[in-house]
T-cell receptor
Framework: EAGVAQSPRYKIIEKRQSVAFWCNPISGHATLYWYQQILGQGPKLLIQFQNNGVVDDSQLPKDRFSAERLKGVDSTLKIQPAKLEDSAVYLC????????????FGPGTRLTVT | GQQVMQIPQYQHVQEGEDFTTYCNSSTTLSNIQWYKQRPGGHPVFLIQLVKSGEVKKQKRLTFQFGEAKKNSSLHITATQTTDVGTYFCAGRDSGGGADGLTFGKGTHLIIQP
């Protein structure tokens, strides 16, 4: 079974530039999550999708971050404009359906904002 | 909002010694999950606990969920070098509201051969 795919793996941008991350979850998983993991900390949930609808985006900085999950499969997370404090690893995870199921994480995208 | 705290932040042990990490939530949890993240890797699911007072074992790992469903622990017996990594607990507030899990900051396990 293929795992969660993410791209790119690494990205370096200057502050005020924009960046986009892509995630392809495990086939058949209805729930998709985007997390931000700052060095030395635990993953922080940014947004959760159930199929193509948003379940929880309470911690998403909506003035600069946006995410979509078209057709309930792939998802993209965008940052525009980026700030220095956005430097982190962005993890995508998927689960069969909702919080009661184990989450499978992708390898992550390491973003450095200079 | 909900807070999940883990202690200790770092734990150095000699190979063969036992290791325990503790997780405490500011609110009652509906469930708690444990994940392991190897250096440079991504979190990997270990287990989920749902019932009050639940205890589950996986070989040398023992997981407990407190009676009040506000705390949990992970105990590793006779650590091996393969146990190196950061162990995270993640819980969901049983009071409803946000559907997602809140992760603790993790306990970094360092093993000296």
């Amino acid at each position: 079974e293929a795992g969660v795919a993410q791209s790119p793996r690494y990205k370096i941008i200057e502050k005020r530039q924009s960046v986009a991350f892509w995630c392809n979850p495990i086939s058949g998983h209805a729930t998709l999550y985007w997390y931000q993991q700052i060095l030395g900390q635990g993953p922080k949930l940014l947004i959760q999708f159930q199929n193509n609808g948003v379940v929880d985006d309470s911690q998403l900085p909506k003035d600069r971050f946006s995410a979509e999950r078209l057709k309930g499969v792939d998802s993209t997370l965008k940052i525009q404009p980026a700030k220095l404090e956005d430097s982190a690893v962005y993890l995508c995870a998927s689960s069969l359906s909702g919080w009661g199921y184990e989450q499978y994480f992708g390898p992550g995208t390491r973003l450095t904002v200079t | 909002g909900q807070q999940v705290m883990q202690i200790p932040q770092y734990q150095h042990v000699q190979e063969g010694e036992d290791f325990t990490t503790y997780c405490n939530s500011s609110t009652t949890l509906s469930n708690i999950q444990w994940y392991k993240q190897r250096p440079g890797g991504h979190p990997v699911f270990l287990i989920q606990l749902v019932k009050s007072g639940e205890v589950k074992k996986q070989k040398r790992l023992t997981f407990q969920f407190g009676e009040a469903k506000k705390n949990s622990s992970l105990h590793i017996t006779a650590t091996q070098t393969t146990d190196v990594g950061t162990y995270f607990c993640a819980g969901r507030d049983s009071g409803g509201g946000a559907d997602g899990l809140t992760f603790g900051k993790g306990t970094h396990l360092i093993i000296q051969p």
